[in-house]
């Protein structure tokens, strides 16, 4: 029996997940999807939202892509423009919707946020001392 195709590519075992495969726009849409059925967005709603994510990810791509100094903050740029985003997002709800709308990162439980937390906090103080 022959391997996966994605063995016979070369490929991660991750590939076989469809998540792996799909490009930006694909992304997007199955967020606003997402998003959509959850909040039970109007027509209105999924294209204001999906600008709104269009956006950010035209924001991260030119933090990704730009020259920044030394000692740039990426964590906290991209945290930024999440917050923004989300922040966005809550505008276009209505109130109903706002209190079904998580502004937790998806899957994120309050350990993994504690971790990130104090993991920050440890960064700020090196980059600190480093001064």
Same mark, same amino acid.
């Given at each position: 029996?022959?391997?996966? &195709?994605?063995?016979?590519? *070369? +490929?991660?075992?991750? &590939?076989?997940?469809?998540?792996? @495969?799909?490009?930006?726009?694909?992304?997007?849409?199955?967020?606003?999807?997402?998003?959509?059925? *959850? +909040?039970? =967005?109007?027509?209105?709603? @999924?294209?204001?939202?999906?600008?709104?994510?269009?956006? @950010?990810? +035209?924001? =991260?791509?030119? +933090?990704?892509?730009? &020259?920044?100094?030394?000692?740039f903050d990426h964590t906290g740029a991209i945290m930024a423009i999440v917050a923004q985003t989300k922040e966005r997002i809550r505008g276009v709800l209505n109130v109903e919707q706002r209190t079904k709308y998580s502004t937790d990162t998806p899957g994120q439980t309050g350990a993994s946020r504690a971790d990130l937390e104090h993991w920050l906090e440890v960064r700020d103080k090196k980059n600190k001392g480093a001064s």
């Open positions: 029996m022959a391997p996966p &195709a994605h063995v016979q590519a *070369g +490929l991660p075992s991750q &590939a076989r997940d469809h998540r792996f @495969q799909r490009t930006a726009a694909q992304r997007l849409e199955a967020d606003v999807r997402h998003l959509t059925t *959850g +909040l039970n =967005l109007d027509s209105e709603q @999924q294209e204001k939202i999906r600008r709104i994510l269009i956006d @950010q990810h +035209l924001q =991260l791509l030119k +933090l990704r892509t730009s &020259a920044v100094p030394a000692g």
